[in-house]
């Protein structure tokens, strides 16, 4: 695919009826009617990537600042089933503590 093109997924039900659907995975989208969204590749040469003005905080400012992870108990579990609070727990805390987070805000349940 090329910088910048629309492209839309095409999913066939168990009915054999075909709908277009928006890729969960699309890096950018954009709206093309009053309704309807369009996905576009989104990967431009490097001379136009963006450059970054500012460098990243020091890792010691890490642990002095919110670092807030947004979640919800039930749904952040795999495998297609609603999630318990000890999944949770053993789980995707620890996930969410080793990727530097050291504040949740829990969804309503």
Known sequence: MEHKQKYKLQIEGADGKKM???????TQQVQSDSSLFDCVFWNP???EKHKWEHILPVESDKSSSVRIYESHV?????GGCVGSY???VEHILPR???????????MAI
């Open 20 to 26: 277009d659907r928006n890729s969960a995975w699309a």
């Open 45 to 47: 040469p490097a001379e």
């Open 86 to 88: 000890r999944q949770y």
């Open 74 to 78: 039930g749904m952040a579990q795999e």
């Open 96 to 106: 969410i503590k080793e990727a530097g987070y050291n504040t949740i805000q829990l």
